[in-house]
């Protein structure tokens, strides 16, 4: 069963793929990656261009939350 979270980050993830917009990812790990997510490899599984590492698979089990990038001090 899928709960509202995951639905919410996978229609998030389809927006941001299809707009070619550049993302920011924060993760259950505390980790975060900024870049722009470029091809959807299964349900589950996404791959983005994050901004230092390169190419990286990105698994909707790992986000924590996903939004639109902004630059710092654009706010």
Do not use: A, P
Request: net charge positive.
């Amino acid at each position: 069963m899928i709960n509202d979270n995951e639905k919410m980050i996978k229609e998030k993830l389809k927006f941001f793929l299809e707009e070619k917009v550049n993302v920011h990812v924060k993760k259950n790990d505390r980790q975060f990656w900024n870049g722009l997510i470029i091809e959807k490899k299964s349900d589950n599984v996404f791959i983005m261009k994050e901004n230092k590492l390169g190419l990286v698979h990105l698994f909707i089990s790992d986000i924590y939350s996903i939004s639109e990038f902004k630059e710092s001090g654009s706010w």
